[in-house]
């Protein structure tokens, strides 16, 4: 199992949760909520209003989310969904544990009382560059005060 932290429209509540509790996709367990230890810019980008984590360290907001542990079906799932690695790169980032929900073995209650632990995430190094200048978000919402509602890819 591979921990996953989502920040835009795979969290619950947003327009492409449905694929997380898929299970023909794979497994994917709720762990908790968290945010990154460091800052990124989280953008919402593009004609179809998708949000986009860009990796630059240092910049931006500490981005909330969620933590999965999923299986390997789930993660190749998420590979393909995301567009990695042309649209989307899968790196590790250390994640700030807000509330944890996870259960498990010794290494899963350890990492939960340390506060920190380390997952994959989809941010992007493959932006256009005035995407910098976009308005930075801490947290994603589909239908937030933004007015930028995501377009499913059914619509699109």
Partial sequence: MARVFVY???????PN????????????KFQGRGR????YPL??????????MLNIPG?????????YSVDDQMLQFLDEFEGCP????RTLMRIEVV?????????????GAEGVVECFVYSTMTYPPEWVGLPY??????SGKHGLSYVLRESR
């Fill in 8 to 14: 835009g429209t795979l969290k619950k509540g947003q």
């Fill in 17 to 28: 949760y449905k694929h997380m509790i898929n299970t023909a996709k794979g497994l994917a």
């Fill in 36 to 39: 990154t230890v460091e800052k």
């Fill in 43 to 52: 953008v919402i980008a593009g004609k179809y209003n998708i949000p986009y």
């Fill in 59 to 67: 910049t931006g907001h500490h981005v909330a989310g969620e933590i």
């Fill in 86 to 89: 042309d649209m989307y790169q």
């Fill in 99 to 111: 509330e944890w929900e996870g259960k498990g073995g010794a290494g899963e209650a350890r990492a």
């Fill in 137 to 142: 978000h801490d947290s994603y919402d589909s």
